[in-house]
């Protein structure tokens, strides 16, 4: 019971709200391998019109549409060159801890070209020689300070300017229409009258999931966001688009 000085919380007479629970119809995806690298979604489609959905991925994938048809898709992968600020308080004046693992493959391109000190009034562009980067046992990457700044125990704010080579792959978008009346979607039907097709999308050997966008397009009146279900498995995606932008 929540009350409020001698009166009844409103929410003590509101309806108990009923949790959202799937819908028996739905085809089940598969269950997923949070190692795995791998999108499966649940389409619908419609009656009286072709259906089209449209999807992306990076690399080179292959996407399984779930009516008897397959597709293997080839993406370019430009060289560009990032540049990004961060900006990090630190409590202590002699190391910085980095967002960084060695794990992180290749940790090795994402050295600070600068790091801009700022405390108060106070900012210094720190030269290469007052730092140096360190992995620690557990696996983290820290910024050693030499020689320590300001030592009042206020703290620092640090701003690090990332310079990185990185290869950028942009997804591919391709385009897939579906017929209500293919045979293989028959025994999917709903009873608001659609059916149901499950697309697969997996990279080919060599490339890897990071990026995903679905029904991506400018204007295109004939793709349609019809996702019932989605489930991704990818320990490396950084990128999710859904709907139109």
């Known amino acids: 019971m929540v009350r409020y000085g001698s009166l009844d919380s409103p929410e003590d007479s509101a309806p108990p709200e009923i949790p959202w629970q799937r819908p028996r119809q739905w085809l089940p995806l598969p269950d997923l391998d949070p190692d795995d690298e791998i999108f499966v979604g649940l389409a619908a489609i419609f009656p009286g019109a072709p259906t089209t959905l449209a999807l992306g991925a ?4 292959h996407v399984d549409w779930g009516d008897g048809s397959q597709q293997d898709v080839f993406s370019p992968s430009p060289l560009i ?10 409590q202590q004046a002699s190391e910085l801890e980095l967002p960084l693992f060695s794990t992180d493959l290749p940790w090795i391109n994402r050295l600070p070209e600068t790091i801009r000190a700022r405390y108060g009034p106070q900012s210094i562009t720190l030269p290469s020689s007052a730092y140096q980067l360190e992995v620690r046992a557990d696996n983290r990457v820290v910024v050693l300070l030499d020689p320590p700044l300001w030592s009042d125990g206020i703290g620092s704010i640090f701003e690090v300017l990332w310079r990185y080579p990185t290869t950028l792959l942009v997804p591919t978008i391709v385009r897939h229409r579906y017929d209500h009346d293919n045979p293989l979607l028959a025994g999917t039907e709903t009873s608001r009258g659609y059916r149901q097709a499950i697309v697969t999308v997996t990279p080919q050997p060599g ?23 989605i489930a991704i498995a990818s320990p490396i995606l950084s990128e999710l688009w859904i709907g139109k932008r």
């Open 81 to 90: 060159e990032r540049w990004a600020w961060s900006t990090y308080r630190s």
């Open 58 to 61: 990076s690399g080179n994938f």
């Open 207 to 229: 490339q890897r999931l990071t990026a995903l966008r679905l029904q991506d397009g400018y204007g295109d009146d004939e793709t349609v966001s019809s996702w019932l279900d």
